[in-house]
């Protein structure tokens, strides 16, 4: 139905989309249905996170922020999208 698509009749993500920095998702202005299973962004996060500031050994925050879960996450299920900006310390 959808080659190459990104997730598994299970919504969890296929072995291939690993090796790939985006995974496409099909949208409204595809022929398929709202609950196709190769749409998993607008249903937004499946777990609780939380954003967190990252601390050192001595406990300085000196890593900057990381996102965390109080739940177990499944290898391979949908976390959320992340829209941001990385700036590197370069």
Do not use: Q, T
Not at 25 to 31: A, V
Not at 55 to 76: C, N, T
């Amino acid at each position: 139905r959808h080659p190459g698509r990104p997730y598994d009749d299970m919504r969890m993500i296929n072995s291939w989309v690993e090796d790939s920095e985006s995974a496409y998702e099909c949208s409204l202005l595809s022929d398929c249905p709202l609950d196709c299973p190769n749409r998993l962004v607008p249903f937004g996060p499946s777990f609780r996170l939380e954003v967190f500031r990252c601390s050192g050994g001595d406990g300085r925050f000196v890593k900057g922020w990381g996102v965390r879960s109080p739940d177990a996450i499944p290898r391979g299920s949908f976390v959320c999208e992340y829209i941001g900006e990385y700036i590197s310390d370069d």
